[in-house]
């Protein structure tokens, strides 16, 4: 076996059929990563000139001019073979340290246990511990979960060989209903251009100030629109609402319950009849009032709902990331979305639609649970990885962790 650089076109051509591909892995995000001051290159593992293993290494310098690498969800190898982890892993650390290095962070694509849809275990189902295990006898260290670059926890739904009917009827009730509901009163769906992105980031900057997270600049959204559109491997779709169409659908629903209630006679029996009717006519009556107030207030005959991201690289469909505007939550357009999603990703031969992160050990109900709630009415399973790694690789390793604790 022989460690080396690789070119790029040898990369991509090793990982583009690799088990354990994803975006993060993808050149794309190495340029991205580039195009944010940090050092990119490419090396692997070489027997008979047959690559065996590869990895995208990207570094950038920290305090005393020492670098942290760092290979996103890498390695690409196979973990089962210990031989050629150990190999690969201990050339790193040369290579690492010839170029001032203190550090390797790895965050490998690896399911660590298999679980269900509701988090617990799956009796005989894979269980990667001797992945870890080995990783921890070649010196990394577990970064907390709290820590970690990347989701560890993810839910998922398997596309391959299903129909869209399979998958709807599979779906919890209130998901399958809210859908057909949120379709039923005229959403639609579009994927934004370029030029349009600074929407989506508007309604992520909405979600992030009410749920308290940091919104990425709108130069993000744009370099990964520029690195990945073309290839048809990323979509922004926003839903919509046109308040005119909406308004006499609701006006048309009123007027013919008024038309059904006005036919019954007075018989004892049509009393239950008749007052689901007036409840009826009384929701009517409040959603319109609520609409017109929509369309006075912000002067629109269409509004945007909500937006999300979608990364598609076979074999999985990513939902990356969302956000609604909270006065509009109510119409549950979210959901249209993802069956929009999940509907592509069976069309083009996808074998899973990715909902990604949700909160870690999910079946202790920690906070933001209801992320989780609402991918797994979709039906599916839950993903655990088996986390982020650190290498050290100098004495400047624990000095720079000494600091940051300090700070933090």
């Known amino acids: 076996m022989k460690f080396t650089e690789l070119t790029e076109e040898e990369y991509e051509k090793f990982w583009e059929t690799h088990p354990l591909k994803t975006f993060l892995s993808?050149?794309?995000?190495?340029?991205?990563?580039?195009?944010?001051?940090?050092?990119?290159?490419?090396?692997?593992?070489?027997?008979?000139?047959?690559l065996m293993a590869a990895t995208m290494l990207v570094s950038i310098?920290?305090?005393?001019?020492?670098?942290?690498?760092?290979?996103?969800?890498?390695?690409?190898?196979?973990?089962?073979?210990?031989?050629?982890?150990?190999?690969?892993?201990?050339?790193?650390?040369?290579?690492?340290?010839?170029?001032?290095?203190?550090?390797?962070?790895?965050?490998?694509?690896?399911?660590?246990?298999?679980?269900?849809?509701?988090?617990?275990?799956v009796e005989?189902?894979?269980?990667?511990?001797?992945?870890?295990?080995?990783?921890?006898?070649?010196?990394?260290?577990?970064?907390?979960?709290?820590?970690?670059?990347?989701?560890?926890?993810m839910f998922s739904l398997n596309l391959d060989g299903k129909s869209e009917k399979e998958i709807l009827n599979e779906m919890?009730?209130?998901?399958?209903?809210?859908?057909?509901?949120?379709?039923?009163?005229?959403?639609?769906?579009r994927e934004l251009d370029y030029n349009e992105l600074d929407k989506f980031q508007d309604i992520m900057i909405q979600t992030g100030e009410r749920k308290n997270f940091s919104v990425r600049k709108l130069s993000y959204y744009q370099n990964m629109y520029k690195l990945l559109h073309d290839k048809n491997q990323i979509k922004y779709v926003i839903t919509e609402l046109d308040l005119n169409n909406y308004l006499n659908k609701l006006k048309e629903d009123r007027?013919?319950?008024?038309?059904?209630?006005?036919?019954?006679?007075?018989?004892?029996?049509?009393?239950?009849?008749?007052?689901?009717?007036?409840?009826?006519?009384?929701?009517?009556?409040?959603?319109?009032?609520?609409?017109?107030?929509?369309?006075?207030?912000?002067?629109?005959?269409?509004?945007?709902l909500s937006g999300s991201m979608f990364i598609m690289i076979q074999p999985e469909v990513i939902y990356l990331s969302s956000g609604n505007y909270e006065e509009y939550l109510h119409f549950n357009s979210q959901y249209?979305?993802?069956?929009?999603?999940?509907?592509?990703?069976?069309?083009?031969?996808?074998?899973?639609h990715n909902f990604y992160g949700i909160p870690a050990d999910i079946n202790t109900h920690p906070k933001d649970y209801g992320i989780?709630?609402?991918?797994?009415?979709?039906?599916?399973?839950?993903?655990?990885?088996?986390?982020?790694?650190?290498?050290?690789?100098?004495?400047?390793?624990?000095?720079?962790?000494?600091?940051?604790k300090i700070r933090k």
């Open 26 to 50: 993808a050149k794309e995000i190495g340029h991205l990563r580039k195009n944010n001051g940090w050092d990119l290159k490419y090396v692997g593992v070489k027997k008979d000139d047959s």
């Open 172 to 189: 919890k009730p209130n998901t399958r209903n809210t859908i057909r509901k949120a379709s039923k009163i005229g959403i639609t769906i």
């Open 336 to 352: 249209l979305i993802q069956w929009d999603m999940i509907k592509y990703g069976i069309e083009n031969k996808f074998k899973k």
């Open 372 to 404: 989780y709630e609402f991918k797994r009415g979709f039906n599916g399973y839950v993903e655990e990885l088996i986390g982020e790694f650190e290498l050290p690789i100098s004495k400047e390793y624990y000095i720079l962790k000494l600091i940051h």
């Open 61 to 121: 310098k920290r305090k005393f001019g020492k670098k942290e690498f760092y290979s996103p969800r890498g390695y690409l190898l196979d973990f089962n073979d210990t031989k050629l982890v150990n190999y690969f892993t201990e050339e790193l650390k040369k290579y690492i340290r010839k170029n001032n290095g203190y550090v390797l962070r790895i965050d490998p694509y690896v399911i660590y246990k298999q679980r269900d849809i509701d988090g617990n275990i």
């Open 255 to 304: 007027k013919n319950r008024v038309d059904e209630l006005a036919k019954l006679n007075d018989a004892k029996y049509n009393d239950g009849k008749k007052k689901s009717l007036n409840n009826e006519i009384l929701s009517f009556d409040k959603r319109i009032k609520e609409t017109n107030d929509i369309k006075k207030s912000t002067g629109k005959d269409k509004i945007i």
């Open 124 to 153: 005989n189902g894979i269980d990667n511990s001797f992945i870890v295990n080995n990783l921890y006898e070649l010196g990394f260290k577990k970064v907390p979960t709290k820590n970690m670059e990347q989701v560890g926890w």
